[in-house]
Nanobody, 125 residues
């Protein structure tokens, strides 16, 4: 079992920055895929960024490359998403997700087993 709690969402003007955090607990797996996904009203959930804790490999959606950075604090068991140069189209509910094991889940939401409750990000123009 993996328990995930997101924080750090909020409202910001276009061009601004936010850092999302995802505190993970309740697991003893040696490796996981961990990712950030987002869902805007009326749209499907999409993968934003992910990393595999074993290999360190990261994945980014084309729409956020160069603006968002995923990272992890091993000691704190916390996943981060640094979001810079935010755009109105980044407005969505952002979710943290995890998939235990050495298989790489990438940005495919269907491969993730555990999800947080989400944190809202709103970017105004």
């Amino acid at each position: 079992q993996v328990h995930l709690v997101e924080s750090g969402g909020g409202s910001v003007q276009a061009g601004g920055s936010l850092r999302l955090s995802c505190a993970a607990s309740g697991y003893t797996y040696s490796a996981l895929s961990m990712g950030w996904f987002r869902q805007a009203p009326g749209k499907e959930r999409e993968g934003v960024a992910s990393m595999h804790t074993g290999s360190g490999t990261t994945y980014y959606a084309d729409s956020v490359k160069g603006r968002f950075t995923i990272s992890r604090d091993i000691a704190e068991n916390t996943l981060y998403l640094q979001m810079n140069s935010l755009k109105p189209e980044d407005t969505a509910m952002y979710y943290c997700a995890a998939r235990p094991g050495w298989g790489v889940a990438g940005l495919l939401s269907t491969k993730y087993n555990y999800w947080g409750q989400g944190t809202q990000v709103t970017v105004s123009s």
